[in-house]
C-alpha cells in the first residue's frame, strides 16, 4: 500500500512538474553538451526555451529538431541578460506557475527536475537554489574556496546561511520571477547574486536543495571566468549591502 501511495504521488507531482514548470537554459556556445541539456529537460516538461547568447560555435543547429524554443541575440551580451530574456519570454506562456533555470554546460542533471519541483512545493518557495556538495573529490581546491568566501560573505552582510550562493540551477515563482524581470538589470554572472539578493531584501521564500555536482575541469562549455566573474560577484554584494544601509535598494 506504501508503495502504490509513494508511485501515485511521484506520478502526480510529474505532472504537476510538466503541466506548471517552463526550463529556461540560456547557452554560449554549449557545444555538445547543449543537446544533452535540452533533451533531458524536454523528457520532463513540454515547455523549454533555449536563449542563445550569440554563439558562434553552431550549437544551435544540434537542438533544431526539438521542441525547444529559441530566442537568440545577435551577439553575446552575458547569462545574465539571456536568464531575463528566457523568464520574461517564460512568463508570457500560460500555466507557467514555476520557472526552472539551468545551465547548459553539462553541469545540472536534468532528471533532478522532479525532485527539486517537490521540494519547491513543499517549502512553498519563492526561488530554490541547488547546493552542489563542494568536497575534494569533485571540485578542485579555487572552486570551494570561491564557494565559501562567497557564503561566508552572503552570511555576515545580508544574514543569509545558505550552503551554495552561486549555483545556476535555480527555481522561481512566478510572483518572484515576475519581480526579477523587471527589478534586476542585465549583467553577466553577478546577475544570479542580485536575484538572490533582491529575494533576500523582499522577503520573499528562499530554500536550498542538494544536487549531484557534475565537475569537469577545463570544460570548454563553461564561461566562467574565476576572477573577473568572481570580482563582478562582490562588487555586487558591496554595492547592494551599502545601497541597503541608506535605504537606496
Known amino acids: 500500500m506504501l508503495f502504490m501511495s509513494k508511485c501515485l504521488e511521484s506520478t ?3 505532472l ?24 533531458g529537460a524536454l523528457a520532463r516538461v513540454d515547455r523549454v ?38 523568464t520574461r519570454a517564460a512568463l508570457e506562456l500560460p500555466d507557467a506557475r514555476v520557472i526552472a533555470l539551468m545551465d547548459a554546460d553539462g553541469q545540472h542533471d536534468p532528471a533532478e527536475l522532479t525532485g527539486l519541483f517537490a521540494r519547491f512545493m513543499e ?12 568536497d575534494r573529490r569533485h571540485v578542485p581546491w579555487r572552486s570551494r574556496v570561491g564557494n565559501k568566501v562567497t557564503v561566508w560573505v552572503m552570511a555576515r552582510l545580508c544574514g543569509v546561511n545558505l550552503p551554495d550562493t552561486q549555483c545556476g540551477f535555480r527555481l522561481l515563482s512566478h510572483r518572484f520571477a515576475s519581480r526579477f524581470v523587471e527589478h534586476v538589470p542585465g549583467g553577466r554572472y553577478e546577475t544570479e547574486m542580485r536575484m ?3 529575494a533576500v531584501n523582499e522577503d520573499y521564500r528562499v530554500v536550498s536543495a542538494p544536487i549531484a555536482t557534475l565537475y569537469e575541469p577545463g570544460n570548454p562549455s563553461s564561461h566562467f571566468r574565476k576572477v573577473r566573474d568572481s570580482l563582478r560577484i562582490y562588487r555586487t554584494l558591496a554595492q547592494v549591502f551599502f545601497a541597503r544601509n541608506q535605504d537606496q535598494w
Do not use: W, Y
Open 12 to 14: 502526480a507531482t510529474s
Open 16 to 39: 504537476a512538474l510538466n503541466k506548471n514548470v517552463v526550463v529556461v537554459i540560456p547557452c554560449f556556445n554549449g557545444g555538445e553538451r547543449l543537446r544533452g541539456a535540452v533533451q
Open 49 to 86: 526555451i533555449v536563449v542563445d547568447d550569440g554563439s558562434t560555435d553552431g550549437c544551435m543547429e544540434s537542438i533544431r529538431d526539438t521542441q525547444a524554443q529559441i530566442i537568440r541575440f545577435q551577439r553575446n551580451k552575458g547569462k545574465g541578460h539571456a536568464l531575463i530574456a528566457g
Open 196 to 198: 538572490l539578493l533582491l
Open 123 to 134: 517549502e512553498r518557495a519563492d526561488l530554490l537554489i541547488g547546493a552542489r556538495a563542494f
